[in-house]
């Protein structure tokens, strides 16, 4: 698809602040301009901070899209900073990218036959300030996996299941493993888009 | 994205009848093999004639979906030919493709501020014979728009609006136009795939 512009009048810069590419494409596709800032943050630590505290896996989300966010926005205070973070949950239980494809077989064992949830953040900040905050959830349903099967999804789907905190790409291979999904899709891809274009309507990055 | 694939073991041939870029794709990405022979069935006087019949847009859908398949399958007896067809319902009113940019605008302002369903049928044949068909609708809240940014739009989007009943892309700039989206990704984007993929994993033609 050729990627076509349709832009606002706003003249501060937007960053999103996530070196996720298919968050970058998301906005791309939608035709916003934005420049890419990707911000590190200890997401273990606050992990487990977070779980020792009790917090719901949409407080753990927000609250490490908003510190990406505050980490970049520190560095450009004049610009609007888009951070935005997901969290598997799977029986109360939170997952993290697979390291490697023995990790990510696991986590597909794991995975299959349940439904899990996948709860993403978007925040906007400017000057380290908070503007603005949308937390939303999908519930996927896996259909069963043979040993065998996952074995060839891992052989075809190569590295990119390391970048999916799921294992898998709604939108490649990751579809032979599902039966049932309800919710956004953009929320399953990563970011809540349609409140966030609503905000950034609201700032005229994009036209009314 | 690189393109993978994850077939099985299925030795008859797979057909799409259906000419739709967005629904070949849908299924290359998840990793099937298999052919295209776009079938042209006269839609106008089929839809004539099944609203002069009262039926609904899931039995347009369905319909429209089997007669295409029925046309390729004709030509091809030992195929599995998958037939696909969606229908866009608003206030009980059935839409039509745009033919121009300026049937694109009246269609954008008639769906405006308001929900619609997208209807989106899929059906397998082989040698004439139904084996399969499944329907699935998705509704998707319009925003207010004016007829300035609908300008902008249709600027920005070009021809692609006029390859889609509802003159957008969700997966491009259409996400401007949308408030909130309740249903299946793969429904609104125009064929269900998740049971499609049930179906064509239960004849071998991707791995169990």
Same mark, same amino acid.
């Given at each position: 698809?050729?990627?076509?512009?349709?832009?606002?009048? *706003?003249?501060?810069?937007?960053?999103?602040?996530?070196?996720?590419?298919?968050?970058?494409?998301?906005?791309?596709?939608?035709?916003?301009?934005?420049?890419? =800032?990707?911000?590190?943050?200890? #997401?273990?630590?606050?992990?487990?901070?977070?779980?020792?505290?009790?917090?719901? +896996?949409?407080?753990? *989300?927000?609250?490490?899209? #908003?510190?990406? *966010? =505050?980490?970049?926005?520190?560095?450009?205070?004049? +610009?609007? %900073?888009?951070? =935005?973070?997901?969290?598997? %949950?799977?029986?109360?239980?939170?997952?993290?990218?697979?390291?490697?494809?023995?990790?990510?077989? @696991?986590?597909?064992?794991?995975?299959?036959?349940?439904?899990?949830?996948?709860?993403?953040?978007?925040? %906007?900040?400017?000057?380290?300030? @908070?503007?603005?905050?949308?937390?939303?959830?999908?519930?996927?349903?896996? @259909? *069963?996996?043979?040993?065998?099967?996952?074995?060839?999804?891992?052989?075809?789907?190569?590295?990119?299941?390391?970048?999916?905190?799921?294992?898998?790409?709604?939108?490649?291979?990751?579809?032979?493993?599902?039966?049932?999904?309800?919710?956004?899709?953009?929320?399953?891809?990563?970011?809540?888009?349609?409140?966030?274009?609503?905000?950034? @309507?609201?700032?005229?990055?994009?036209?009314?």
């Amino acid at each position: 698809m050729p990627v076509a512009m349709l832009r606002g009048g *706003a003249s501060a810069r937007l960053i999103l602040a996530s070196g996720s590419a298919t968050r970058a494409d998301m906005l791309t596709r939608a035709g916003l301009a934005f420049d890419v =800032a990707p911000a590190a943050v200890d #997401e273990d630590s606050i992990k487990a901070s977070l779980k020792a505290d009790g917090a719901t +896996a949409h407080q753990l *989300a927000d609250t490490l899209a #908003e510190l990406k *966010a =505050a980490r970049i926005s520190a560095q450009n205070p004049g +610009a609007f %900073v888009v951070g =935005a973070d997901q969290v598997l %949950v799977l029986d109360q239980q939170w997952f993290d990218k697979p390291a490697d494809r023995d990790e990510a077989g @696991r986590n597909l064992q794991s995975l299959a036959g349940k439904s899990h949830q996948l709860v993403s953040a978007a925040v %906007v900040l400017r000057g380290g300030e @908070r503007l603005w905050g949308h937390t939303d959830h999908a519930t996927l349903l896996m @259909r *069963a996996l043979s040993e065998e099967f996952i074995d060839h999804y891992l052989d075809a789907a190569g590295d990119a299941v390391l970048d999916s905190v799921g294992c898998y790409q709604l939108e490649g291979l990751g579809a032979q493993l599902f039966q049932r999904v309800d919710g956004d899709y953009f929320t399953i891809l990563g970011m809540p888009l349609f409140p966030l274009l609503d905000f950034l @309507r609201g700032h005229d990055f994009i036209p009314a």
